[in-house]
C-alpha cells in the first residue's frame, strides 16, 4: 500500500518559514506525481502544490511565490518550502501521491498530515 508520512509543521509567526517534509513508500517514487493539500480550519481540503516526475511545478494562486515544491527521488521524499506565512496558511497539510497509469485505488489514503499555525 501507499504510506506517506509528513513532517515539519509547527507554529510560526506571520511572516516566518517552515519546511514539510513527506517520505513516501510503496510506490516507485521517480515516476509518481507528488502533491502537498491543506485543509484550513472549517473549509474543504485543497490543493495547493504539485510536482511531476519531470520537476515540473504548479501552484494555487494564493501560495503562488512563496511556497515551492521540491522532491528528492533518491530519498523518496518532497519538500514544501513555505515563506511569508500568512495567518490563513494554518492548516493541516497533507502529502499525496497521485498513480502514475491512471486510477489505483491504492493511492486513495491519506495520511496523518502536520499542523501550520501561523499566528502573533
Known amino acids: 500500500q501507499v504510506q506517506l508520512v509528513e513532517s515539519g509543521g509547527g507554529l510560526v509567526q506571520p511572516g516566518g518559514s517552515l519546511r514539510l517534509s513527506c517520505t513516501a513508500s510503496g510506490i516507485i517514487f521517480s515516476i509518481t506525481p507528488m502533491s502537498w493539500f491543506r485543509q484550513q480550519p472549517g473549509k474543504q481540503r485543497e490543493l495547493v502544490a504539485t510536482i511531476t516526475r519531470d520537476y515540473i511545478t504548479n501552484y494555487v494562486d494564493s501560495v503562488k511565490d512563496r511556497f515551492t515544491i521540491s522532491r528528492d527521488n533518491a530519498k523518496n521524499t518532497v519538500w514544501l518550502q513555505m515563506n511569508s506565512l500568512k495567518p490563513e496558511d494554518t492548516a493541516v497539510y497533507y502529502c499525496?501521491?497521485?498513480?502514475?497509469?491512471?486510477?489505483?485505488?491504492?493511492?486513495?489514503?491519506w495520511g496523518q498530515g502536520t499542523q501550520v499555525t501561523v499566528s502573533s
Open positions: 499525496k501521491a497521485r498513480p502514475p497509469y491512471g486510477p489505483n485505488s491504492r493511492f486513495d489514503s
